[in-house]
């Protein structure tokens, strides 16, 4: 059974920080390239960030970049979201995916909400 399940979401003010991690089971986590997405209420899931299956290759969307940085630990099977100077508009359900085309396997979703 294919598990991801997330920790590290919660209320954070403007300009905080938070990391979110995805441990992995089910999987061999080293062979599935991993990304996060956020979904905003009423808008649709966006891409936030990638990371290919060794890590050595990242990409963002142009919202989060200089902020955000995604890295795993294919020992651990996990992959993280560090998040600096969050702003308002980071508030969202955030979702790791684990993709080998076509098969993908998505987490359940962690709630971050930036307010003061």
């Known amino acids: 059974q294919v598990q991801l399940v997330e920790s590290g979401g919660g209320l954070v003010q403007p300009g905080g920080s938070l990391r979110l991690s995805c441990a992995a089971s089910?999987?061999?986590?080293?062979?599935?390239?991993m990304s996060w997405y956020r979904q905003a209420p009423g808008k649709e899931r966006e891409l936030v960030a990638a990371?290919?299956?060794?890590?050595?290759?990242?990409n963002y969307a142009d919202s989060v970049k200089g902020r955000f940085t995604i890295s795993r630990d294919n020992a651990k099977n996990t992959v993280y979201l560090q998040m600096n100077s969050l702003k308002p508009e980071d508030t969202a359900v955030y979702y790791c995916k684990a993709m080998i085309a076509p098969i993908y396997y998505w987490s359940q979703g962690t709630q971050v909400t930036v307010s003061s």
């Open positions: 089910g999987i061999t986590f080293s062979r599935y390239a």
């Open positions: 990371i290919t299956r060794a890590g050595g290759s990242t």
